[in-house]
């Protein structure tokens, strides 16, 4: 069975969703690990009450990214895992990780990549005032929102949609698309060929 650690820094909505497809056997994986940098996250919370075990990391500690992922490392190497499944993690991940987990991390993004990348996707497009955005999960690879895409799904903006309604409409979406590209990627039926994702 493949052991999946999911990294989170707040809400963790997209945590739940997979937490509900991990219990439904949607996904057919053991949920190890939640590891966050921020011990307030509401995630961590999710993850408790889910009996899913839960590490933070405080990067305070550490003086490069280098450093903070070696620490993330040792968590991971513990747990055994093969699958790192980003969720709304604030940090960008460091070649220590992207070395060691080659096509072996997930991210998700609230836009159409390699439309609207950073951390403020929804508004960055509503604000734009493109008529379709939404979600893409990917790879991670050493540049931010950018690896081979796996999943997009579009979202339609409306006339009468406001910032906090298109917010709803993308985690929505998100909510079902992150659950199932993990789903393909644990049934082993994704192929990366250099930027393409084939769905075998
Ligand atoms: C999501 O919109 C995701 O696309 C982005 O960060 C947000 C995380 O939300 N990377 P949550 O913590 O899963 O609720």
Known sequence: MINIAVFCSGFGSNLQAIIRAVKKEKIKASLSLVLSDNKQAYAL?????????????????????EDFDTEA????????????????????????????????????????LPSFKGTQAIKDAFDYGVKITGVTVHFVDERMDHGPIILQAPVKIDDNDTLGSLEKKIHKIEHKLYPEAIRLFVEGKLKVEGRGVKIV
Do not use: C, W
């Open 45 to 65: 919370k999710r993850a408790k009450k889910a009996g899913i075990k839960t590490a933070t990391i405080d990067p305070a500690l550490f003086k490069t990214l």
């Open 73 to 112: 490392l040792k968590y991971l190497e513990q747990e055994k895992i093969d699958l790192i499944v980003l969720a709304g993690f604030m940090r960008i991940i460091s070649p220590v990780l992207i070395n060691q987990y080659k096509n072996r991390i997930l991210n998700i993004h609230p836009a159409l």
